[in-house]
């Protein structure tokens, strides 16, 4: 699934091709993704694009009056097409934009969603309901200690919880918590201020380091231009369970919890 610098990244490259260009119409070859495809979206006509953003794990199309909010579930993708002699089985909507590009959804599982919604698009039960944006000021030390000293729950949970900071997934989580030297499944209220320093941080860094580098393509990720994220050649522990771990050389252990991977090195990582 992508995580937070995916969607960072997808929205940068496709914002230049949108912002301030019109839809002049939609073509809907799969009218049903997670939920049905909105008739709004599907007889959409002339709309100008004032905006493109990004909540989280979604991309958000702002329209003069309404917005269109993206989330790209497992396996979804947004291409910019030029040429638009192939279209494949997975090829769900294309957005046909006025400077001669389409703006192509792709989908292999079918688990993203596209909604229509006012231009408030904060108001909306998705969005209303996520917690801060993890590069932003509102995520800091003091804010995540005040919530970890109240949950027993593993911090790797904890920091995959939407409502409590939006955009980490399996990946960045695993990473976080390598690079903060914190065990994965440590209970939340047993990490020290120190630590919760350290971990934000961390979390701060990697995030940053990973849209630097255009995300991980570990599945099936690739940017709008068809290209894979280099941030994989980064991975300290995601996905290298007995391979050994770059800092001790200790083989890295793979954990499964809440049908969730988890990985670390039992040496590195109190
Ligand atoms: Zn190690």
Redesign the pocket.
Known sequence: MPELPEIEVIKNLIYPFLKGYNITYSIVRNKKLKYLIPKEIIFINNQKIINVKRRGRYIILILQNNSIIIHLGMTGNLLIIKDNKKINKNDHIDLIIDNHIILRYSDIRKFGFWIWYNKNYKNNVFIKKLGPEPLTKSFNNLYLYKITQKKKIPIKVLLMMNEIVVGIGNIYSNESL?ISKILPYRKANTLTFTEINILVKKIKYILYKSIKNGGTSICNYIDPYGKKGNFSKFL?VYKRNNK???????K?FKMIHRNRSTFF?????I
Do not use: W
């Open positions: 390598f300290f050994l771990c770059k800092i001790c050389q200790t890295i090195c039992s040496v590195c990582q």
